[in-house]
Structures are given as structure tokens and as C-alpha cells.
């Protein structure tokens, strides 16, 4: 079975500083897809970052980079610079192929506080 | 563009009564996916068409569910009878053909069933 799992359900980090969501997955593929999305209160899923598993190279945008191990199947998102607007749930997903048919697998999510 | 456009925000109504969610896909998006959101479950896919045709819907709950996409532009996800525990917030996305895969989703619908 295809899963992913975040540990952690809650965080917090002050602003300004740097924090890391963990994320694992499962699975037997050898290239495909992974996501961070984010959910503010207002409930919108916002496409954060995207790495494709045959690329090396850690994906970043902004402020927001990965951490890939695809050797231990890890996917940690690093948030630099914390703001204010980053509070939200931030799931990471995992785009599984099968039998002609794909979906995006979510994890259960990790709610992030940033404290003034 | 005005990106994946889902109506109405937020729907109360009587168990027993018929739900007709809707959703507008990104122009140039072949595929489309309804998905919902529960503190139990997380999020799960219940359906999704490529081209306007449904792929998989091994998701939808039950036969209470269905789901239409009759042109490239609108799909509908009805729930009749719809009962309490369907209180959920459904969200569509879509996606392009190819590319890097990322969904972009709707601002979702929060159900009521009371």
C-alpha cells in the first residue's frame, strides 16, 4: 500500500525564523511525483512545491524548499523566514499511478502556527 | 484566469434532500478530479474524469453519489438522498495534460446535512 505520513500535527515557530515539516511515503515506483500543498483558514489548497523523484536537486521556491531522500523516502519541507500569512495545514501528497489511473495520496496534514 | 471556480461556498440542508455541487475547471485543463475533506478520512478522492470521461470511481461512497462532467467547461457532483455523515467540504481541482502533474484546487464547498 502506497501511503504517506506526516508525525507531526502541530507545529509552531516564532516569526522570522526557520522551521521543517516531515513527511515520509511508501512506495515501490522507481520516478513520480511528490507535493507540499498548504490550507490557510480560508480553507483554499495552495500548490506550495512539487519534486519529481528522477531529479537530484531539491526543489525550492521562495522561501519554501524540500529536503528529498529518496533513499529513506523522506520529504521535509524547510519554510524560511517565517511570516505571519505561512499559518496554515500543510499536507504533503503523493501522486500514485495504477492500473491507468492516478490520484494524489495526501497525508493527514500538519497544522503550523506562526507566533508574532 | 480565474482559476477552479466550485459553487456554492457553503450548503446547508435536510438529510434526505438532493445536493447538487458544482464546478468549473481551469480553460485547457483536461482532467478533473472531486475530492472531500473530513477530520476522519483527510482527503480522499472520490472521482475523476480525463477528456470529460470518468476514469475511476472507485472513491464515491456509495450509489448516493454521482457525478456528471458533460462538457469540458462544468461537472456536478449530486448526493441524493444526502445524509448527515455526507457533512463534509468537497473540492474539485484539475490538472493539465502532462506538465508536472500539480492539481490546482477550487475553494471547496462546506456541507451541512442536518
Known amino acids: 500500500a502506497q501511503t504517506v505520513t506526516q508525525s507531526q500535527p502541530e507545529m509552531s515557530v516564532q516569526e522570522a525564523e526557520t522551521v521543517t515539516l516531515s513527511c515520509t511515503y511508501d512506495?515501490?515506483?522507481?520516478?513520480?511525483?511528490l507535493f507540499w500543498y498548504k490550507q490557510p483558514p480560508s480553507r483554499q489548497m495552495i500548490l506550495v512545491i512539487r519534486q519529481e523523484a528522477y531529479k537530484q536537486q531539491n526543489a525550492t521556491e521562495n522561501r519554501f524548499s524540500v529536503n528529498f531522500q529518496k533513499a529513506a523516502k523522506s520529504f521535509s519541507l524547510k519554510i524560511s523566514d517565517s511570516q505571519l500569512g505561512d499559518t496554515a495545514m500543510y499536507f504533503c501528497a503523493f501522486r500514485k499511478v495504477q492500473g491507468g489511473s492516478e490520484k494524489l495520496v495526501f497525508g493527514k496534514g500538519t497544522k503550523l502556527t506562526v507566533n508574532p | 484566469d480565474a482559476g477552479v471556480i466550485q459553487s456554492p461556498r457553503h450548503e446547508v440542508t435536510e438529510m434526505g434532500q438532493e445536493v447538487t455541487l458544482r464546478c468549473k475547471p481551469i480553460?485547457?485543463?483536461?482532467?478533473l478530479f472531486w475530492y472531500r475533506q473530513t477530520m476522519m478520512r483527510g482527503l480522499e478522492l472520490l472521482i475523476y474524469?480525463?477528456?470529460?470521461?470518468?476514469?475511476?470511481d472507485s472513491g464515491m461512497p456509495e450509489d448516493r453519489f454521482s457525478a456528471k462532467m458533460p462538457n469540458a467547461s462544468f461537472s456536478t457532483l449530486k448526493i441524493q438522498p444526502s445524509e448527515p455523515r455526507d457533512s463534509a467540504v468537497y473540492f474539485c481541482?484539475?490538472?493539465?495534460?502532462?506538465?508536472?502533474?500539480?492539481?490546482?484546487f477550487g475553494s471547496g464547498t462546506r456541507l451541512t446535512v442536518v
Open positions: 474524469f480525463n477528456n470529460n470521461v470518468p476514469i475511476d
Open positions: 480553460s485547457g485543463h483536461d482532467y
Open positions: 512506495t515501490s515506483e522507481s520516478n513520480y511525483y
Open positions: 481541482a484539475s490538472r493539465e495534460q502532462g506538465g508536472d502533474y500539480g492539481y490546482t
